[in-house]
């Protein structure tokens, strides 16, 4: 829903989503880059400038793409929702400090033509198309997206250094310095939008509170991933330290928050979110824990993202005052309607 001019509320029901609030698609985007910016500053305390520059250039790249393909396919431009704008800052926050400065441009390149135009454009994407371009940029970069700067605050003596999650991964102890202060603070090596925790929940916290996103898919995301943890455990580890790592480790709480929360890849459905949310969850924790690669967090959302239109299907609200029976009906006369034409 959005406010035309009169303040009257209106409903646009050509595409998904289709989303009850009163913003219109500039403002919730420009509302969710707001909430990242903690995120991104922190990141330019950490890291230095670098972080602001790459976010630039990703940002530039995203809306450059989208104009010049609407432009050649002569359809309306697009550029001024902002949509593109948000796609690119999260395409630069998934990447790490040490990426090169054109890395981003072939990764807004994959998200904004391949993954969200190509399909129709906004609403009309069946994955996330920050999250496609990450998974991307892996496959087809694997040395540039696992290699890893140390921030300034650790005082490390070091070009490149190993992230919490390669521990995790391989099962080695947890080094001191990796301790749940520093990991929450964001004072590790890892990809820069994701580092500080502290950050991310404020920006998150943001959006829930300004009703952009509802609690229900981070909390039951975050929370399938602690509790399955915390039950199963793994060798060197307590149950409890073990729950801990893994959620201050990767990008859980970036893509709880800012990713699995897309209005055109989730479900719309109260329990179609919570379903969806424990599925990440779960995604998340198996690929942790018997996949060839530490994180999950990607790709557990992009099979969720598939997996959307089933969930709310399952879950669709039927018209009001329409019985079982009237939609059984419905369906046969449907049916006898086909087989007389034939």
Known sequence: MAKNESSKIVLDVAYQPQVRTNMDTKRIMLNVMLALLPSLLAATYEFGFKPV???????????????????????????????????????????????????????????????????????????????ASRAFLIASYAGIMTTWAPPRAMGVD???????????????????YFSYGNMFLGIMPGCF????????????????????????????????????????????????????????????????????????TS?????????????????????????????GVTYSILIMNICTWAIDKAFRRHQFGVTKEDIAAEKAAKKAAKEAAK
């Not at 809306?63 to 395409?91: H, P, Q």
């Not at 993954?115 to 996330?128: E, S």
């Not at 109260?270 to 942790?288: F, K, S």
């Open 53 to 131: 520059l790459m976010v630039i250039v990703s940002m530039c790249s995203a809306v450059f793409y989208e104009w010049a393909y609407r432009r050649l396919l002569k359809k309306n431009s697009t550029i001024f929702d902002f949509s593109a704008c948000l796609t690119g800052m999260l395409v630069a926050m998934t990447l790490p400090t040490s990426a090169p400065w054109w890395l981003p441009l072939i990764g807004n390149f994959f998200a904004i033509v391949i993954v969200k135009q190509l399909y129709g454009g906004l609403g009309k994407n069946f994955v996330n198309p920050a999250l």
């Open 158 to 176: 070091a070009v490149t250094m190993a992230t919490p999650m390669s521990y995790l991964y391989t099962g080695q102890p947890m080094p001191e």
């Open 193 to 264: 939008g994701e580092a500080c925790k502290l950050a991310l929940l404020l920006g998150g916290l943001y959006l829930i509170i300004r009703k952009i996103i509802s609690w229900r898919i981070p909390v039951s995301y975050i929370g399938t991933v602690a509790i399955l943890t915390f039950a199963f455990g793994h060798e060197g580890y307590d149950n409890f330290s073990w729950m801990m790592y893994n959620i201050l480790s990767g990008a859980l709480i970036l893509a709880a928050f800012f990713m699995a929360t897309d209005y055109a």
């Open 267 to 295: 479900p719309v459905t109260m329990p179609g979110q919570l379903l969806y949310g424990v599925g990440c969850g779960a995604l998340t924790v198996l690929i942790r824990y018997f996949g060839s690669y530490p994180e």
